[in-house]
């Protein structure tokens, strides 16, 4: 989550109430306005205070019109449902709730035999609050398995994690606060994601694992999974080094199953130790809902699990969380059963078909140059033509956010700060019709963006990688 500061000033004017909303006196809301930064001395009318924060929100961005985050922002009502009569029930206290934790079993299940596992009755899994969780997991059960095996030269050594620098910032995170060392390929050329032998030269007796991700957030390219392993079977052959691979399957687990069925990257390569998915991204279900899952038990040190008593019956958990709503993990079992894999299919296809086609019209526009067309993830990035020298990816950008619409523009990292580009995210939700609504708006800022006479200042802080 964000980190904000409180507000600096010791008091400022209160919130004003309409007066008609007041339960029964309409003239207390004209004296009566809460504070905004502080607690108000005594209770509001419910009716009052939802009403405050209801339209304060209406500020907010139109999250269909989001075409930034990856995030599912389009459920059925009866998965709706389902969630608020879920949303009392704490995921954790599986004593009391153990229907609840039963669907999160079966959803274990159904990971482990979509994604291949040789023996799915030997996975080992858990739900967590999204993949930043589910990779912090995974990085803990790397660094823990290297640590069991270097236990005559840890904590002496400093471990590292093997990944490209277009890895979401999660893993960033994980080094940081576990203190492991991120080694991490460079882009290069048309190359945006990690290079097999180049991650394979980096490792060493100190490596508790490479990451590979399926796919980038920064282009929605799959990263070479199968290559990896391959790579680093090499390596093993040549110096004895044995080193796991966990898929950061954030989006493409939940599509390359159902859309590259033939596309090896997951528990059919041996190398593969781990992966972990967002539920609430491809896998169609409101934030927030990650799964991690293991192999086997050896893939998973027991040490790292924790056993509980005190909720009711004893509880191995394995999370950064305690406790949290099972509504999502309900809704998630919705998902698969209301959906199945044809089902699945179908709405990832219809995504992949949105993304091309708009790929397709944007390119048709001619100021603009495809890095890539959406036919791996849902994603695809563009920039602007050499020779379009009036405005940028940022102008860009900004012109299509007073239309409602949310497109980043951002820098690529290292060996390619010089590429900046915006990034389409098509979500199941995001229709042909809203695309073409899309590719009108965009068409019709063009002209007077051609007519600058150079592209608007900006902020150079804020041309980032972004990480969302």
Not at 210 to 231: K, M, N, Q, R
Not at 288 to 299: E, Y
Not at 357 to 371: V, Y
Request: proline share 7%; glycine share 8%.
């Amino acid at each position: 989550m964000p980190l904000h500061r409180g507000h600096e000033k010791p008091d400022e004017r209160p919130l004003s109430v309409n007066p008609l909303r007041g339960e029964t006196n309409p003239v207390s809301g004209m004296t009566e306005a809460p504070p905004r930064h502080r607690l108000p001395d005594g209770p509001l009318a419910p009716t009052t205070a939802y009403q405050v924060v209801h339209d304060e929100l209406m500020l907010d961005g139109n999250a269909r019109l989001n075409l930034a985050t990856f995030v599912t922002t389009w459920m059925e009502e009866q998965a709706g449902l389902l969630m608020a009569e879920c949303r009392d029930k704490n995921m954790i206290d599986k004593d009391e709730y153990p229907r609840t934790a039963e669907l999160e079993r079966r959803c274990v299940a159904m990971l482990a035999e979509l994604w291949n596992a040789p023996d799915p009755s030997e996975v080992i899994g858990c739900s967590t609050t999204g993949s930043s969780e589910a990779c912090m997991l995974a990085g803990l059960a790397l660094k823990r398995r290297w640590a069991q095996r270097n236990a005559d030269r840890y904590p002496g050594a400093r471990p590292n994690l093997v990944m490209g620098v277009n890895v979401q910032v999660c893993w960033e995170k994980f080094c940081t606060f576990w203190e492991v060392e991120a080694r991490q390929v460079p882009m290069e050329g048309d190359r945006f994601h990690l290079d097999p032998e180049a991650a394979a030269e980096l490792c060493d007796e100190n490596t508790i694992g490479a990451v590979g991700i399926l796919g980038s957030t920064f282009d929605g390219s799959y990263e070479p999974i199968a290559d990896l392993c391959a790579a680093l079977d090499r390596l093993q052959e040549r110096t004895g080094l044995d080193v796991p691979v966990h898929v950061d399957g954030a989006s493409g687990a939940m599509v390359a199953p159902f859309l590259d069925p033939d596309l090896v990257w997951d528990f059919r390569l041996p190398r593969v130790a781990s992966v972990n998915t967002s539920g609430h991204k491809y896998g169609l279900v409101y934030p927030g809902v990650g799964w991690a899952l293991w192999r086997s038990a050896d893939a998973l040190p027991e040490e790292l699990v924790f056993r509980v008593n005190y909720l009711g019956g004893e509880m191995p958990t394995f999370g950064l969380n305690f406790s949290r709503p099972g509504a999502q993990v309900a809704a998630q079992y919705y998902t698969f059963l209301r959906l199945g894999r044809e089902g699945y299919r179908t709405v990832q296809q219809a995504t992949r078909d949105v993304a091309r086609g708009l790929a397709g019209h944007i390119e048709a526009l001619g100021d603009f140059r495809l890095l890539t067309r959406g036919d791996e993830l849902p994603v695809f990035a563009f920039t602007t033509r050499d020779e379009v020298t009036a405005y940028d990816v940022f102008d860009v950008s900004r012109r299509l956010r007073e239309r409602g619409w949310l497109v980043p523009a951002y820098t690529f990292p290292a060996h390619r700060e010089d590429l900046s580009v915006l990034r389409v995210v098509c979500r199941n939700g995001f229709s042909v019709d809203l695309a073409e609504l899309f590719v009108e708006d965009l068409g019709r800022l063009l002209p007077e963006l051609r007519r600058q006479p150079r592209p608007s200042p900006r902020d150079e802080g804020a041309a980032v990688g972004f990480h969302h």
